[in-house]
């Protein structure tokens, strides 16, 4: 078998770029629509299949080193290569084309993940954002054609805009012929002599943009809010990818969220809870007027109805639920120890005895909120 170097008539340190000039020189030369002889048409096949070898990175190493290219392998000894190389022979390269049909150099782009914080306040009512993203738009020098301006792609002069080359392949079962994307326009049909300067022929720059964004109320931690076609443009001006939002709610010093109800914790003296009062509490839209009554006990839960969040797909806010947590002073005067004394002497409460078990007051406060 003929040294794939020779027939390109390249050194074997030759760079991609030196290898890629010399086919698409021979091939101009030896295709048999310019050269019809039988000669020209059996050296345009040594050079298509050097090309194809010398061009990739692996079967070039594998040659170098001394192992066949054959599409069986074995070194001439007729033995069976890998399955990849038979599959390879007989129907292409590996992703390569149909036969017929180019590659479209317009591809859809890919999608994008941004990751939003919000406040529960956000939560409760839904909030307006402006996000700038990093991510890929259409190059305003060429408009996505990759060429420069007053510019256009060529068809490629070796495949003739077909994006694929065939060529005979000897094999136990006779001459095959197989078709392979073309290795001067990689499978496109067209060369760019003149790719645009300001992306590289890529169609598309890397900038950033601003993406008004509407969040609803009622989003959580976790939740991914789509926003099709706001990604990347494509390859050439594709089509873009869509957008999707992570939302991450930050946690709040004084309320949180049981589904579409907030919770809270209200301290009361041990003079409030035994006598009742009114109380002005702040929650997440302004102030509340709060009554307790007398006697409140510690642990009691207190609802406020439509205080809490307005669900993401629905109109009725969920409440606001207060637990009571009532303090009982830890430093008392003499005279402020006298009147409790004298208030238990005249209340003749029975002593501290054991009751019903709970798991503390956060489970008891955790349990009304929850079953209140």
């Known amino acids: ?160 805009g077909s994006g694929h080359v065939q060529r005979t392949v000897r094999s136990l079962l006779g001459n095959v012929v197989t078709s392979q994307p073309c290795g001067s326009c990689q499978g496109y049909g067209t060369t760019i002599p003149y790719p645009c300067a300001t992306c590289q022929g890529q169609g598309r720059v890397r900038a950033r943009r601003t993406v008004s964004l509407d969040i609803p109320a009622g989003v959580e931690t976790g939740l991914r809010l789509q926003l099709p076609g706001s990604g990347e443009v494509g390859p050439a001006g594709g089509p873009n990818g869509d957008l999707y939002i992570e939302v991450t709610v930050s946690p709040h010093e004084e309320f949180s969220r049981d589904g579409d109800d907030l919770l809270a914790t209200l301290e009361v003296s041990m003079s409030d809870a035994i006598l009742g009062t009114t109380t002005t509490i702040d929650s997440l839209d302004g102030p509340v007027d709060l009554e307790l009554r007398a006697g409140v006990q510690g642990g009691d839960v207190l609802t406020i109805k439509g205080r809490g969040i307005t669900p993401l797909r629905g109109t009725q806010r969920g409440d606001l639920r207060v637990g009571v947590h009532v303090v009982t002073p830890t430093r008392l005067d003499a005279r402020e120890r006298a009147l409790i004394e004298d208030f238990a002497k005249r209340t003749k409460a029975p002593p501290p005895r054991l009751a019903e078990f709970h798991q503390g007051l956060f489970a008891k406060l955790r349990d009304r909120f929850r079953n209140g």
């Open 1 to 160: 078998m003929a040294d794939h170097y020779e027939v390109l008539g390249v050194a074997r340190d030759a760079t991609p770029d030196e290898i890629k000039k010399a086919y698409r020189r021979l091939a101009r030369e030896l295709h048999p629509d310019v050269n019809p002889g039988d000669d020209a048409s059996e050296r345009f096949k040594l050079v298509t299949h050097a090309y194809d070898v010398l061009s990739d990175p692996d079967q070039r190493a594998r040659y170098d080193l001394g192992g066949s290219d054959s599409p069986f392998g074995g070194g001439g000894q007729g033995g069976f290569g890998g399955f990849g190389d038979i599959f390879e022979t007989f129907f292409g390269a590996a992703g390569g084309q149909r036969a017929g049909r180019p590659r479209s150099r317009r591809e859809r782009g890919q999608d994008a993940l941004v990751r939003v914080t919000l406040d529960l306040k956000d939560v409760v009512f839904g909030v307006h954002r402006d996000i700038e993203v990093d991510t890929a738009v259409l190059c305003d020098t060429c408009k996505g054609s990759c060429t420069q301006p007053g510019t256009s792609p060529v068809t490629c002069d070796i495949c003739h």
